[in-house]
């Protein structure tokens, strides 16, 4: 299993839409996450972090379950502007603070 | 606070030559860690130093070294360069010994090899 899968993409919803983007580890001993956004040929930034069962800003949230090793990213009334690439970021094995980045998830919000 | 920031923002080698490319993290961060994302790709974890040691290295050839300085900034050396080496190069710091800390990216030098 790979360190990080995420959902393939791309994902093209009209504005106004609701969309959730799953991602799963492979590393069960690890504590904390994080989702990154990259526009295109721009560097990643940090968008959230997740600790414990969850975390939400604003028309963000992001949910951890650890039983069944995966996190989600929620976004509710999407705008044009997050459109963006999505990466699920996990801390490498017995590396904590080395972190893996999935492959990144795509969202397109058309007008 | 400054960022961290990258140099150069372009740089364009002729294959089989040599790349430096240089990185200051935020200051009182003490890790930094470089990464290769090629055009399309996903992020590629290449090295990771903290406090002038190499820590944890990625799956790439012995021609991609690095170090890092007393003050925490670092250099990204690629020997022997091939075309396969173009790509944006990321680089980002964060504090030490914490995985509660994201990293911050600086807006990478974007290699191209011809």
């Known amino acids: 299993r790979k360190e990080v899968e995420q959902d393939p993409g791309p994902f093209n919803v009209p504005e106004g839409a609701t969309v959730a983007f799953n991602c799963t580890y492979s590393n069960s001993a690890s504590q904390s996450f994080f989702w990154y956004r990259q526009d295109c040929r721009k560097e990643p930034k940090l968008l959230m972090s997740v600790y414990s069962s969850g975390n939400e800003d604003g028309r963000f949230t992001a949910q951890l379950n650890r039983a069944s090793q995966y996190i989600s990213l929620l976004i509710r009334d999407s705008k044009l502007s997050d459109s963006a690439t999505y990466l699920c970021v996990v801390p490498r094995p017995n590396y904590g603070q080395n972190f893996v980045f999935g492959p990144g998830t795509r969202l397109s919000v058309l007008p | 606070e400054a960022g961290v920031t990258q140099s150069p923002t372009h740089l364009i080698k002729t294959r089989g030559q040599q790349a430096t490319l240089r990185c200051s993290p935020i200051s009182g961060h003490t890790s930094v860690y470089w990464y290769q994302q090629a055009l399309g790709l996903g992020l590629q974890f290449l090295l990771w130093?903290?406090?002038?040691?190499?820590?944890n290295r990625g799956n790439f050839p012995p021609r991609f070294s690095g170090r890092q300085f007393p003050n925490y900034s670092s250099e990204l050396n690629v020997n022997a360069l091939e075309l396969e080496d173009s790509a944006l190069y990321l680089c980002?710091?964060?504090?030490?010994?914490?995985?509660?800390?994201?990293?911050?990216f600086g807006s990478g030098t974007r290699l191209t090899v011809v």
């Open positions: 980002a710091s964060s504090p030490r010994l914490t995985e509660n800390y994201g990293y911050t």
């Open positions: 130093y903290d406090e002038g040691e190499e820590r």
